[in-house]
């Protein structure tokens, strides 16, 4: 039965600090979350004594690997000749997967370089792990070891490409080819507006110890809670649909989705819905909500447009924002944030007019008004409702806080809740 | 000589997928910048025989070993006993340390809970780090192996404990202790426009494999280049220069930054020194290309603001796109983004307008407009660039991929290249 399992991440930028291995908690997240135990995560570099050596520790160490990074078409991508070396088989050239990386390069009207065809190549025996997004697959090799049978799971390290390639080939796959009788299913809700502290003292007690486990992820703006079930196959559903509506009643309103979803697609679902349309004033996120909102497809649907107003000519001249207020409250103020509302769903003719403005810093901040400061506004046909919030953090960390609010306060209005009750953000 | 280090994380957080290990990154970024060749990072969960291991196995790999996690109060912080057991070393309890922790507490009015004295327990001969901001220290452990002389260095988990520790303790102790004369240096060129597989044979043989290494890493859309250089401090400098120089005459316009930038930073530094104001009118990017903008502080200065027209109304109504335009070309069309961004250009009051509009899909393709086509133009008081393009991937790929093509060309625009060249995407 295969238990044990072994993230391995290879890559200079991984091992210089370049960038944080964020495949590895995507993986182990999801490994986890399917029941297996993830022993240890490995990281190395592009160099082959490294990479054969993590290799070595990782087949002794889990039944099965799974690697990320290395499968570029450049000399400083070593994977594939590494796994091969460490199992002893040689390289073929898949010449199916040679014309699909020449024809990809042809659809975009280009030749393709000679050294892409590295990315053709596998150790015999390996099955070829298809990647719609780019032009390295990944491949399985099913190994005897002298540890027992080992599993190499070999993907890109491109995490767009490589979180389609573990979700749909290799954790169906290892799940089918697991054995033992026992099976775990979980259940995720996405949770908004309170801290992963409060959020644990609000589950407290919610599921004891034998029926279930429960585990966080923070994943800023949000934070996920994800229910674990396992025991007999003709059990588990059923224990999970029960612990899922306890939860359910703990999180409340809290939880905006469940399951793999975003805020923005909820919002996008509600619209729809209720066939209502949506125009943005956005000074201090300057783009962001309506960039979250337009990554749902189909938002042209509900979505009518937005106005980044980020000087006050724009807020005056676009929105009809009067100088008066901007000269008596400034431009962050919920004054202001309401005419923002109000003029946007007014000019761009939504149903729904939805501003932001905030101070994101570093620089812009005042005693009365420090970094931080960011009002609300969400005006309809028959009423308005605004707030000022105190948030915190870097400049990027403000924006996307805020986003998150701004949507949140769409979901909360079309679900018939006060969007402005001072409760929501609890920390 | 110290040179060869060894990260290691533990903690079950990190092997559940809860957090990424953001703390071996920033580690390993200080280690590199400072010439040190980080081997391996190792993560294991909180069992003693897992970190037992991972300590066995850094000590062989590296000279010197910098561990955080697991050294907090609790029955499953684990970190301390096990590089004991490993290092054959008996536990003390340093007093000192003990009335400071139970000091710590009072000045909090609180009463130590007595586990927590376990944080005032070291391995015998261990070096006491500081903590300035909690009450776990940390540790060093010089240490006579069979490999050689290793340095074990303990620090906790927390990242706002652990990063002063490290840059105000290990660091120095580390670079005055390392010994030998060698340095390591680099530079990084971030490009844009140009393949990862395209921009290794561009530079194929620019530097020898006795002179520097070259590092790509591809951080969509952006590729960045790393050029390392090694060798004694006196030289060091001097050859990074020469063999720098080299590159960049290679990469070309290709490189729009050099260091750790942006491609919105750079836009927002020659549009800075220029004295000139720029206009967004976004379609299919729904406010990406505001957002990133508005992501550099002191964005204020140069961006007016934008219009997100994601519908016809919109563009026509606050663009002043004509629905003769809309009705004969399509709001997809060179035609239209023309009008948008000599539309924004007026209505906000800016020296630059610059418009995207396109299909970013998965639906609204066509057969003489697939998903992909995006169309792009710059307008100034004298004179208008577009042009169409046909790009690929996901919807949030295309998006960002657009983003990044109409910053470029705002920069290329204000060094006075062509943004319409047709040379510029490169794959």
């Known amino acids: 039965m295969i238990e044990k399992a072994v993230i391995l991440s290879t890559g200079d930028e991984l091992t210089t600090g370049r ?41 002794r160490l889990g039944e099965v690997v799974i690697s990320t990074g290395g499968l570029g078409p450049t000399a400083d991508d070593l994977t594939t000749e590494t796994v091969a070396h460490v199992a002893g088989r040689r390289l073929f050239i898949d010449q199916g997967i040679a014309i699909r990386i020449r024809e990809f390069f042809e659809a975009m009207g280009r030749v393709m370089p000679e050294n892409n065809l590295k990315q053709a190549q596998f150790p015999e025996g390996a099955v070829i792990i298809p990647n719609a997004l780019g032009t390295a697959p990944g491949f399985r090799l099913d190994l005897a070891t002298a540890h027992g049978t080992r599993h190499l799971i070999v993907l890109p390290g491109v995490p767009r490409e490589m979180k389609p390639m573990l979700e749909d080939h290799v954790l169906p ?74 939860l359910r009643a703990r999180v409340g309103a809290y939880a905006y989705g469940e399951g793999e979803t975003t805020m923005e697609a909820v919002v996008g679902e509600l619209l729809t819905q209720r066939g209502l349309t949506l125009a943005l004033a956005e000074s201090c996120t300057g ?7 337009t990554n749902v497809p189909g938002s042209s649907a509900y979505l009518k447009g937005g106005i980044v ?21 400034g431009a962050v103020s919920e004054e202001a944030a309401v005419e923002m509302a109000t003029g946007v769903r007014r000019v761009l003719g939504a149903d729904i007019g939805l501003a932001v403005t905030g101070i994101a810093g570093p620089e812009g901040g005042t005693p009365d008004k420090p970094v931080g400061t960011v009002c609300f506004a969400l005006a309809t046909a028959s009423a308005v409702r605004h707030r000022r919030y105190q948030l915190w953090g870097s400049r990027d960390w403000v924006k996307l806080l805020s986003s998150q609010i701004a949507l949140d306060w769409v979901r909360r209005f079309l679900l018939g809740m006060d969007p402005a009750d001072p409760a929501i953000l609890r920390r």
């Open 19 to 59: 960038i944080a291995d964020t495949n590895a908690s995507f993986i182990a997240d999801k490994l986890g979350a399917a029941g297996f135990d993830v022993v240890a995560v490995l990281v190395v570099g592009d160099y082959p004594d490294r990479i054969g050596w993590a290799w070595h520790e990782a087949m």
């Open 173 to 246: 796959w290892l799940q089918q080819t697991r054995g033992g009788d026992d099976v775990y299913r979980s259940h995720v809700f996405q949770t908004f507006g309170i801290s992963e502290s409060a959020l644990d003292e609000l589950v407290a007690g919610c599921v004891g110890p034998d029926e279930g486990r429960i585990a966080f992820r923070a994943a800023f703006p949000q934070i996920s809670v994800r229910l674990t079930v396992h025991g007999p196959a003709a059990q588990v559903p059923q224990r999970l649909e029960t612990l899922a509506a306890r």
């Open 287 to 293: 783009g962001l909500v309506g960039n979250r909102i």
């Open 309 to 329: 107003a980020y000087s006050n000519e724009v807020k005056q001249q676009s929105l009809d924002v009067r100088s008066e207020t901007l000269a008596a409250h």
